[in-house]
Every structure is written in C-alpha cells, then in structure tokens.
C-alpha cells in the first residue's frame, strides 16, 4: 500500500515544472492521475512517456483554466477518464509579472495573470466541486490543494500581478476550506519558494542568492523538495487539516 493507492487525482498545469513532478510522485503513489494543460504537445509526450512506465494510469487532457468552457469539458473528460475524482491540485499559473516594477506591468498582463492563477482556480475548483462532494460522501475523502507562492507571503518585490494573484489564492484557500467543509473536503495551500526550473530560469542570479542565503536549509529548492507536502495533502491521512497555508520553502518565510 502506498499512500494515494486508487485515488484519482487532477492536476492543472501538469505538462511540465512542478505539476508535471506532482504528476509523477502522485503515479508513484498509487494514483492514476490527469494531467491537464494547454500545452498539448508537451502534454500529449508526457502522457506516453508515463503510460510506458505506468500501466495506463495517466491522462492528458486540454485544459485553458481561464476558460470556463473548457474546464467544464475538460472537467467531464477527466472524471469520466478516472470514473470519479478524489484529488484536485490547481497548479497551472502564469507569472509574466516577473522582473517589472509595478508601473511597468500593463492593464493586460494584471487581467491575464488574474485570469490564470486567481479565476482559474476558482473555476476549477467550481468544476470539481460536484465529484469531490460525491467522493467524500461515499469514501470520505475529498481534497483541493492550491499552490500558492511564498512571494505573497513576504511580499516580494518587482512582481505585482503574480504577488496579488498568489495572495488571492491564499485568501481563497481559507475561504475553500470554510465552505467545503461542511462536505468533508479539505482544501490547503502550499507556497513554495523561489524553486529552480524552466519557468524561473529568467529569474536574475541576485534574486537566486537572496532566497537561498535566507533560508534556515541554505541551498537551492528543486520540485523535490516540494512534491511530499503535495502527496500528504491528498491522501485520507490529512484529513483534519484544512485552510492552512504550508511554506515549502527551506524555511525561508516562517508562517
Ligand atoms: N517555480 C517556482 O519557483 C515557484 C515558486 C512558487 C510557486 N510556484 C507555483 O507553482 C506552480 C507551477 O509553477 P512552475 O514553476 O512549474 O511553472 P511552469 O510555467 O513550469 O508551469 C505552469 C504550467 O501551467 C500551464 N498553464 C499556463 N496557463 C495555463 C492555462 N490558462 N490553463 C492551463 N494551464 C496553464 C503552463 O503551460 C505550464 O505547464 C504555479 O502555480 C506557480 O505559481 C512556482
């Protein structure tokens, strides 16, 4: 028995970075699991690549999370796909803000990165809301894990649309939690920090130095690091945790 044995878990933005691992340790949990993203090539390799090493047990489907449309056809696939759900993780995110002041981010890139991180979790979460309510019912387990970011937390600099769009998620999070509880579904955050991979690869040298020097564990953070809070989040386990905000983050921020 491994911790998610049977569970059937969604992850949006699982086509690569930190949902594609969470994809992966969940596989190696004993899920089977749907990835979803609009990147459908990467997604559609990713799918092949796990099926060979998983039996069958991973499915892409196209999911535009700012698309209420397309989460709710998405959502229907992925459901019939697994034959019900257990485990929601809104992933999918889009930074764009990165780097700018806040007078130099455009009226567009604020509407975009809300419209990803912050309504996209919504809607998701809105898609999923009824086969949570079902899987609760009848297994008692529902569970919703947001990722967050610990730049909400401390408030990074040069960041503004995402930093708003990660602080709505921690706000949404508590507000979940309170509203699905009454259903058995939990519904926490975790909030990495500054990890290395593709989407922080533009991430100046500075920036790299000022979180790994201020951590308590003073060395880079990879998607390792953060997929173990994620699994534990999701399994039966951890059912009497709910609206808590996890920093994964070598205890950079303390919360
Ligand atoms: N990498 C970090 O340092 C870090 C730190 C804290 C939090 N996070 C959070 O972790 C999550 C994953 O980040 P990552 O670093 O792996 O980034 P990433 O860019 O590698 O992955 C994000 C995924 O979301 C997908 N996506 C973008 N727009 C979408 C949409 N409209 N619908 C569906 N999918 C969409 C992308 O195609 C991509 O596959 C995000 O929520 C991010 O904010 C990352």
């Not at 809104?90 to 975009?112: F, L, Q, R, V």
Request: glycine fraction near 10%; avoid cysteine.
């Amino acid at each position: 028995m491994t911790l998610l044995t049977n569970h059937r878990i969604l992850i949006t933005g699982a086509a690569r970075g930190l949902g594609e691992a969470f994809a992966r340790a969940a596989l190696r949990s004993g899920s089977r699991v749907v990835l979803s993203d609009v990147l459908d090539e990467r997604g559609v390799a990713l799918e092949t690549e796990l099926n060979a090493g998983w039996n069958g047990r991973a499915k892409y489907v196209h999911m535009d999370v700012s698309d209420r449309a397309s989460v709710h056809s998405a959502m229907g696939s992925a459901v019939e796909w697994l034959g019900g759900l257990d485990g929601l993780v809104n992933n999918a995110a889009i930074t764009h803000s990165g780097g700018k002041a806040m007078d130099a981010i455009s009226e567009d890139t604020w509407d975009k990165v809300m419209a990803v991180n912050a309504k996209g979790t919504w809607l998701t979460t809105v898609a999923a809301k009824p086969y949570l309510v079902s899987a609760s019912a009848q297994q008692g387990h529902g569970r919703i894990v947001n990722v967050a970011s610990d730049t909400a937390l401390w408030g990074a600099p040069n960041l503004m649309a995402y930093v708003a769009s990660k602080g709505a998620i921690v706000a949404m999070t508590h507000a979940m939690a309170r509203e699905l509880g009454a259903y058995g579904i939990t519904v926490n955050a975790i909030a990495p920090g500054l990890t290395v991979g593709e989407s922080t690869a533009y991430v100046p040298e500075a920036r790299h130095a000022y979180y790994k020097n201020g951590r308590a564990i003073q060395r880079e953070q990879t998607a390792d690091d953060i997929t173990a809070s994620v699994l534990f989040l999701l399994s039966k386990e951890s059912g009497y945790i709910t609206g808590q905000v996890i920093p994964v983050n070598g205890g950079f921020v303390m919360h």
